[in-house]
């Protein structure tokens, strides 16, 4: 496929994956109160796993010497992207607001460069990082409503700090995907959320002893579906694969897109309306991802006019 259309592929994959991790957060609020945050990510993990299964388990044993080899970074990608994040983000919707929630995990694209920078040596471009920083300011338009001296009102506490720890380890999460070992998607899923429900388990359980896990509802069993496969097997499958088109950069830049889909979500379920600051902050996620774009196709041009290997790579390296 070439180039251009690959890359829209992938924005277009990422805008469905943000859809999903929007409504994964609009979930653990919403279950705050019936499900402690441990069962919730356990039972998440539990139903992945439980879709993957029948798709993955011959493969794990068919690629079993690639398992071998790469297990520190099966190991290491789980524990970030699948039991921190997860972890820290569930309980940290339990003592914080929504707002400073988004606003926290919008330092994410940013988080991505500066990593990438000190742990993979990798410059971004300077459109790169104005990109960035555009789609940024769209999520702070959206989340403070237009008016940025609100910031100085938000409370902060040690529900900011778990969701900021939750950033950092998603960014680690997206910069190491390029050290995956070569397993199948499926397969490689199956293992990281295994991680998951194995690391889960114990507080989960402990959660039910103490009598935190009451009175599940329909509601509450729907969510668990909800988040066992959307954001998930379905979200997961499809970000690490746009991540390995597009680049951690720019692929950590996807998460800017979860406040626009907030506020549509929230139109079209809660009737709420659009307001200006949400077409303005809309522009600038929109502006910003565009002028990604933009630096991706300048930088693989240079590829289809000189042939393979001309090409320079999507990030510049020392």
Known sequence: MPPRKSHARAYLMLGVVMAFWAGNSIVGRAMRDDVGPFTLSFMRWFIACLVLLPLAARKVWAERAIIRAGWLWIAILGALGVVLFNALLYNGLRYTTATNALLLQASIPAMVLAVDRVLEGTRAPALQVAAVLLSTLGVVTIVLRGDLAAVAGLPIGRGDAMILIAALAWALYI?????????????????????????????ALL???EGRNHGWSLRDLGGFVYVGIFPSVVAFYVFNAATEQLGPARAGQGITLMPLFGALLSTWLLGERLERFHWIGMAMILGGIVLAALVARRRTEPQNAGGAGAAPPLEDRP
């Open 175 to 203: 910069v190491f995907l390029r050290r995956k070992p070569a397993v199948s998607p499926a397969v490689f899923l199956l293992l990281t959320f295994s991680l998951g429900v194995l690391t889960m388990a114990p507080p």
């Open 207 to 209: 959660e039910t002893l």
